[in-house]
């Protein structure tokens, strides 16, 4: 499932892997040390070091420093030797995006490793890299074999989650961040915490796959501002260890944004105080809610609460059934809710504000898709009433679609009033109308084949911001009804890009950049909800889901061919491995 964070006993010492010399054949230095003059310069200077290595060693976070003062500096611990000698480049999915090289010997997990922070802002991510690879943390200064976190002051990153456009600085938002690897010291200087999070996951994950790292200098930050996982829980319930599991797997992976679909015509998935006659089971309480959302802000990842409204409100219109909307045979409409009636925009508003605030993070979604009014023939004679109001409220040139925009209009509001960012599908944004979509939203683009189909480039030309949820490639529907079919992996790492936002055809690229499409999620949604265990649905998403995230992070093609990307991914143990893979270190 997921790596569990216990405390265990620490491990043995792993020694470094010889790469081209045995640990015991004389080095350049060792030749010149049998000289007299040469060998008292070499002890001048291992006395200096031990000196610097005693300096500090009161720390007061007890077990790790007693230690420092005996840290032996890099030259004497044995490893690959010699200035002709460079490492390999780091094993991290997503891949880093600039990497260069230095000579030495790198950096091992050894018996004096320590997870080394002054700043108090960054001691979870200390104590949880401190967790994962069985050591201490401490307080600095940082020696030989440490492991250091800080933050760059003169980061010009504003903390909103932006990016800026310079990978190469690291400078680029609080996502950023630089990793250097010398003289048997690993220093990561993120723009924010998120970004010394994420630095944290590639020395885990090289860590885990070489077992060492190399000397050398990532500087790294993220493609697209937002980086996902959408989970349809309410035709499907997961149990809450499950979607803890997702969301240490998707840490790893440096993805950030977890939606989770609460309500649809099965079921409604989460309690409740405002409407519990709404509630299903089983279903999860607001304190395993909770504890979903510590654990995924622990790993940077804003949970995004999804309503939909007006359509997928089958769960609602049971325990409210005059809420449901009728054709002029008196036909119901799945799950479609009468928008004529202010009882309706009531009870939405009552739960969107209930979780609102339960719902910590800056986004929430309100839907807006497959409403059944708009999917008839004619909606305008299938639904009389409905046009009728629509006529009455905006004038005789108004139907149905300015009456369903205006009641997404009004949900978006209420998240507004509620300080979130409302996020919305595709297909609750009508073609022209009386009624005007509001600002601001975000446009969660999925399908090309709704009621009045649009391309994206018409939302990107109004000025929309658009998230890539292109169901061609990330939706991954159990039982496959409808001619989907499960994606893969490789389909997603050779084909898909955030700018594939509707069929297999990239949108033009001057409208692709990440500051018009945001980035994407992959989406599991619960059509046939028992054609799949959980267990099978994590084995089903493990490598499109790493797919995805290597495409929202690192731009352009990937270098690595796709069996050895599915080679790495199982290398890095994006959701189980917590140790190396090689047993010589």
């Avoid at 339960?358 to 979604?365: K, T, V």
């Avoid at 893969?488 to 297999?504: D, F, H, L, Q, S």
């Avoid at 690229?509 to 619960?526: E, H, M, T, Y």
């Amino acid at each position: 499932m997921g790596r569990t964070r216990k405390n265990s006993s620490p491990l043995p010492v792993l020694p470094f892997r010889s790469r081209g010399r045995h640990p015991g054949t004389p080095s350049a230095s060792g030749r010149a040390a049998r000289r007299p003059a040469a060998r008292l310069a070499v002890a001048l200077t291992a006395l200096a070091l031990l000196a610097t290595a005693g300096c500090g060693s009161g720390d007061d976070d007890g077990g790790a420093g007693g230690n420092a003062s005996k840290t032996p500096e890099a030259s004497k611990v044995p490893g690959p030797k010699g200035p002709d000698r460079t490492g390999p480049a780091p094993s991290a999915v997503p891949a880093v995006r600039h990497w260069k090289a230095e000579r030495g010997p790198g950096w091992q997990r050894t018996k004096y490793t320590r997870v080394v922070t002054d700043d108090r802002a960054l001691r979870d991510e200390a104590e949880l890299l401190a967790e994962e690879l069985k050591v201490p943390v401490a307080k600095g200064p940082a020696h030989a074999w440490d492991i250091e976190l800080k933050r760059d002051a003169g980061n010009s990153g504003n903390g909103d989650g932006k990016n800026g456009k310079n990978g190469k600085d690291g400078k680029g938002g609080k996502e950023s961040y630089e990793l250097t690897s010398r003289k048997g010291r690993i220093t990561i200087t993120g723009g924010g915490d998120a970004g010394v999070f994420y630095g944290t996951r590639t020395l885990l994950q090289t860590y885990r796959d070489q077992g060492r790292f190399a000397d050398g200098t990532v500087r790294d930050e993220p493609d697209r501002p937002q980086r996902g996982f959408m989970l349809d829980i309410a035709r499907k319930h997961y149990p809450a260890e499950w979607i803890e599991a997702r969301i240490r797997e998707m840490g790893d992976l440096k993805l950030n944004q977890l939606q989770l679909h609460l309500s649809d015509d099965q079921a409604f998935r989460i309690e409740s105080s405002t409407h519990p006659e709404v509630v299903s089971d089983p279903h999860l309480t607001k304190k395993q809610v909770r504890r979903i959302i510590e654990l995924a802000e622990s790993r940077h990842i804003t949970v995004v609460p999804e309503i939909d409204s007006p359509g997928h409100l089958g769960a609602v219109i049971k325990a409210h059934p005059d809420l449901q909307l009728t054709s002029a045979s008196g036909k119901p409409a799945q799950g479609a809710v009468d928008i004529s009636d202010p009882k309706a925009a009531k009870i939405v508003d009552d739960l969107l504000g209930e979780y609102a605030d339960l719902f910590p993070g800056r986004y929430a979604h309100a839907g807006g898709d497959e409403y059944q009014a708009l999917m008839a023939d004619d909606p305008e004679a299938t639904y009389p009433g409905l046009a009728k109001k629509a006529r009455d409220k905006y004038g005789k040139d108004a139907g149905i679609q300015d009456l369903a925009t205006d009641w997404l209009n009004d949900r978006a509001a209420t998240l507004r009033k509620h300080g979130k960012m409302p996020q919305v599908w595709n297909d609750g944004m009508h073609r022209k109308g009386v009624v005007k979509p509001s600002r601001h939203r975000e446009v969660a683009y999925w399908t090309g084949t709704e009621y009045g189909e649009r391309e994206p480039q018409e939302y990107l030309k109004e000025g929309w911001k658009m998230l890539n949820m292109n169901d061609e490639y990330l939706y991954y529907v159990l039982g496959q009804p409808n001619q989907f079919e499960y994606p893969t992996g490789e389909r997603i790492y050779k084909e898909w890009t955030p700018a594939v936002v509707r069929g297999k055809k990239p949108v033009p690229a001057k409208d692709a950049g990440p500051d018009r499409i945001l980035g994407g999620r992959f989406a599991v949604w619960g059509d046939i909800a028992n054609a799949q265990t959980p267990e099978q649905v994590a084995d089903g998403i493990r490598l499109p889901l790493a797919a995805t995230a290597q495409k929202l992070w690192y731009p352009g093609r990937p270098k690595p061919s796709w069996p050895a990307f599915r080679k790495l991914v199982d290398g890095v143990g994006t959701s189980q491995k917590a140790e190396p893979t090689q047993s010589g270190g």
